[in-house]
């Protein structure tokens, strides 16, 4: 899948690079790339090595820098059209949201982090790419478990530092609603779509949760196994749920401030330098968004250790309620829920927003996992549905199916 027209995308950046930015490259390699993956990746990365700069003729645009004269490398980021993202608004949105994190961090010890942006487009060649800033270091998921247990409290405070930032940062006047962002006219970020719904902006916590949930429908509508919920009624009863319930359940939560999301904060998209063990970079955009400081516990930091769902038992159940509720001093978890712990104690010593802290979040976590299940992955996406029995397929299907029917009738659908 990957794979296919492989020499064309790269002639694509060769020819991009030479007529638009007039440099001439002596190496073009792909970044994370596995020609054998099943899965749509988002976007293809390439790392550009230049070997003379000509005059960067391109005319300056918004959230964009022109190339340093002693840049020898470059990212070069092509969207995956064939990755399930609609393309509207999709490189727009992430450059502006680039501009936003840079700004967020500009005045703490995080201002480097944010790579530069060189030069981008969405139509012009009928496929999107960002130009940027080359940043030196190594995935931090991997560096993290060589370091020692000593060690790893820092990495985890300037993490904490980042997020502080973010949710501190106080946004343009011009963004006033909900979702993505989008450039006016005159080059000025506004509000804009969600790019991962292709919808908004939104006014109301509760048009953003409703168009989650129409999202999530439409989904399953092409799912063989789930036929759009459309027996034993399930359908209607999602729908009524959307017109009439969404907006109970939004209500304490939409009292929060606004603040710029990642929403794939994650250790996979921080790079590190070995040496002086501190963070390099943050990277990848692609699905950031302004909403509430809540929203990137329900979206980030899975391999620290995620909120479970509200259906959890065991262990798994305390891990919620400390999450949601604050943890215990003297609740000490083993290993590796340990490195949640750790995660929280470093977010409370910088003093970041916590979902403990967040009026209406627990209802959220119900929200958001309820709207998940309406079109879980395992039964919309052709990889597991291709490699499972159609006994596994009905047997995910019944459980997905029990979560839907309880919580719709928890809150009287």
């Keep these: 899948m990957n794979h296919e027209k492989y020499e064309e995308r790269l002639a694509f950046v060769r020819s991009l690079l030479q007529q638009e930015f007039v440099l001439e490259i002596s190496n073009i390699e792909p970044i994370a790339y596995d020609a054998d993956c099943p899965f749509a990746y988002n976007n293809f990365l390439y790392r ?20 340093p004269a002693d840049a020898s490398q470059l990212v070069l980021r092509l969207s995956n059209n064939a990755s399930g993202i609609p393309p509207v608004n999709r490189v727009e949105n992430e450059v502006g949201m680039m501009n936003l994190f840079r700004e967020a961090l500009r005045d703490s010890h995080s201002a480097h982090l944010i790579p530069e942006v060189y030069g981008w487009g969405s139509a012009e060649y ?12 190594v995935p931090l998921d991997e560096f993290y478990q060589t370091l020692p247990g000593e060690n790893k409290p820092a990495i985890l405070e300037q993490m904490a530092e ?33 790019t991962t ?71 996979n998209n921080v790079l590190v330098d070995p040496t002086t063990k501190r963070i390099s ?29 509200p259906d959890s038992t065991g262990e798994e159940l305390t891990i919620r309620q400390a999450i949601l509720h604050g943890f215990e001093s003297e609740h000490i978890f083993d ?3 340990d490195q949640l712990q750790a995660w929280y104690q470093a977010l409370r010593k910088h003093h970041a927003v916590v979902p403990s802290k967040v009026s209406g979040m627990e209802q959220i976590s119900e929200l958001h996992h309820f709207i998940n299940q309406t079109a879980p992955w395992l039964l919309t996406h052709e990889v597991p549905l291709r490699r499972r029995s159609k006994e596994q397929l009905e047997s995910v299907k019944a459980n997905t199916k029990k979560t839907l029917l309880a919580f719709l009738e928890k809150h009287g659908f």
């Design 126 to 137: 009928g496929q999107g790419w960002i130009l940027q800033e080359f940043k030196v270091g």
């Design 197 to 267: 719904l292709s919808a908004g902006p939104f006014r109301t916590y509760t048009e953003l949760y409703q168009a989650m949930l129409q999202q999530q429908v439409a989904s399953s509508d092409k799912s063989p196994v789930l036929q759009g919920w459309q027996e034993d009624g399930i359908r209607a009863r999602l729908e009524k749920f959307s017109l009439q319930g969404i907006a109970q359940i939004t209500e304490e939560y939409a009292q929060s401030p606004r603040a710029i999301v990642h929403s794939d904060f994650t250790m």
């Design 281 to 309: 970079a943050l990277l990848d955009f692609d699905w950031s968004f302004v909403g509430s400081p809540g929203d990137e516990f329900l979206r980030s930091f899975f391999d620290l250790g995620g909120i479970p769902g």
């Design 335 to 337: 290993e590796p829920l």
């Design 48 to 67: 550009v090595d230049v070997k003379n700069h000509g005059k960067h003729y391109r005319d300056q645009q918004p959230c964009s820098s022109t190339i």
């Design 162 to 194: 980042v997020l502080l930032a973010m949710q501190k940062y106080k946004l343009p006047e011009s963004i006033k609603l909900l979702g993505g962002v989008s450039f006016s006219d005159d080059g000025h970020l506004v509000s804009g779509p969600l």
